[in-house]
T-cell receptor, first 116, second 118 residues
C-alpha cells in the first residue's frame, strides 16, 4: 500500500512476555519515528531513525524497550518483560525529511498493546 | 511539564458553521507546527502545517493561524461538515541537532474532540 503499515493491529500479552511490533514505512521515506499513545492523551515520542541509524532514543521509557531498523526500511519495536504500564497504542510515522528539511510525518494506524 | 496544550477537550458545532480549535505552547524554540486529525482506531492524519516564519496558512476549508508572541496557534474549519467529527491534535517541533543529523520529533497536545452536528 501507499501508507505506513503496522502489524499486528492488536496484541494481547501476559505480563512478563516479550512482544515485537512491526512498522513498514512509506517507500523512500528516510525518517522513521515511534510514538506511544496512552488512552486519552496525545502521542509521545519514543525514538527516531534516519535510514538505519537510530539517532535519538531519548523517549524510550526503560531499557526494556528496544528498536531497530537494520536495512533502513522496516522497523521493529521490541518490548521485553512487558508490564501493565506498557499498555498503549504504539504509532509509527515516516517522513521524507532529511537534514533541515521540514516535512510532515505520516502515521500508521498503530498497534494497540494490552498487557494482562 | 506539558509543552503543548489544548485546553478544550471537546467542541460541539453545527454543520456549516466555523470550528475554531486552539493550542498553546511554552517552548519558544518550536518553529514548525502541525495539525492532525484522528478517527477512532486509525492513526493521525496530517491536515495542515505552518512554519514560524508565517502567521497564516490556508488549505481549502482549513486555515491555521500562528501568534508567536502569544505562543498560540489555532485551526479554523469553515464550513464544518459531519465528516470533520474526530479528535484533532496540534503538534510542534524544533530541530534538535544531533551529532550526525537534525531530529524533527513532534510534541503533541492532548487533543480536542470535535462533534459536528447535522
Amino acid at each position: 500500500g501507499a501508507g505506513v503499515s503496522q502489524s499486528p493491529r492488536y496484541k494481547v500479552a501476559k505480563r512478563g512476555q516479550d512482544v515485537a511490533l512491526r512498522c513498514d514505512p512509506i517507500s523512500g521515506h528516510v525518517s522513521l519515528f515511534w510514538y506511544q499513545q496512552a488512552l486519552g492523551q496525545g502521542p509521545e515520542f519514543l525514538t527516531y531513525f534516519q535510514n538505519e541509524a537510530q539517532l535519538d532514543k531519548s523517549g524510550l521509557p526503560s531499557d526494556r524497550f528496544f528498536a531497530e531498523r537494520p536495512e533502513g526500511s522496516v522497523s521493529t519495536l521490541k518490548i521485553q518483560r512487558t508490564q501493565q504500564e506498557d499498555s498503549a497504542v504504539y504509532l509509527c510515522a515516516s517522513s521524507l525529511a532529511r537534514g533541515i528539511d521540514r516535512q510532515p510525518q505520516h502515521f500508521g494506524d498503530g498497534t494497540r498493546l494490552s498487557i494482562l | 511539564d506539558q509543552q503543548v496544550k489544548q485546553n478544550s477537550p471537546s467542541l460541539s458545532v453545527q454543520e456549516g458553521r466555523i470550528s475554531i480549535l486552539n493550542c498553546d505552547y511554552t517552548n519558544s524554540m518550536f518553529d514548525y507546527f502541525l495539525w492532525y486529525k484522528k478517527y477512532p482506531a486509525e492513526g493521525p492524519t496530517f491536515l495542515i502545517s505552518i512554519s514560524s516564519i508565517k502567521d497564516k496558512n490556508e488549505d481549502g476549508r482549513f486555515t491555521v493561524f500562528l501568534n508567536k508572541s502569544a505562543k498560540h496557534l489555532s485551526l479554523h474549519i469553515v464550513p464544518s461538515q459531519p465528516g470533520d467529527s474526530a479528535v484533532y491534535f496540534c503538534a510542534a517541533s524544533t530541530w534538535v541537532r544531533m551529532i550526525k543529523a537534525a531530529v524533527n520529533k513532534l510534541t503533541f497536545g492532548g487533543g480536542t474532540r470535535v462533534l459536528v452536528k447535522p
